[in-house]
């Protein structure tokens, strides 16, 4: 991936990771995300419903979740990154949309339910007055895409 849009996607992380994450944690991001991530179709930073910090990249039929890990004793903190092969036969994707009890009818609501073959990826996005929050919504939709 370019450097540059390596960097726009850990502004993201850092604007829905509740602590930001040590200098290590976000060194070690940005050289995954540059060296190891192709060019991205779709890429958005969100949170998941287990409130894990993610970078998400969709490529082609590949999905890649980075999140930061911590260290340990001997390790400093550092990322890691998932990759998950997107096969339509053994991917599936449910989308719930809702309206919020105490919110406006132009409030809409959607949880974005991933099977990918054994691993679940759940993840929420909101719309107000029929604007999408843009990148979240955007990378939902293509990695919906991506497995039909």
Known sequence: MER???RELL????????SLGSREQRTTIGLILEQQIP???HAAAFVDQEDT???GVVSEQTLYLVRAIDGT???HPGAECLTIPLTR???GVTLAQHWAADAAPSVIHRRWHFDLGGFV???ATVELH???APVAQAFAAGLAAATR
Do not use: H, Q
């Open 73 to 75: 004793e001997t390790l």
């Open 130 to 132: 029929g604007e999408a």
């Open 89 to 91: 036969d053994r991917s």
């Open 4 to 6: 540059e849009r390596a």
């Open 39 to 41: 060019e991205p179709n």
């Open 53 to 55: 910090p993610l970078i």
């Open 121 to 123: 990826l759940k993840l």
């Open 11 to 18: 502004v993201e992380w850092d604007n829905v990771t509740p």
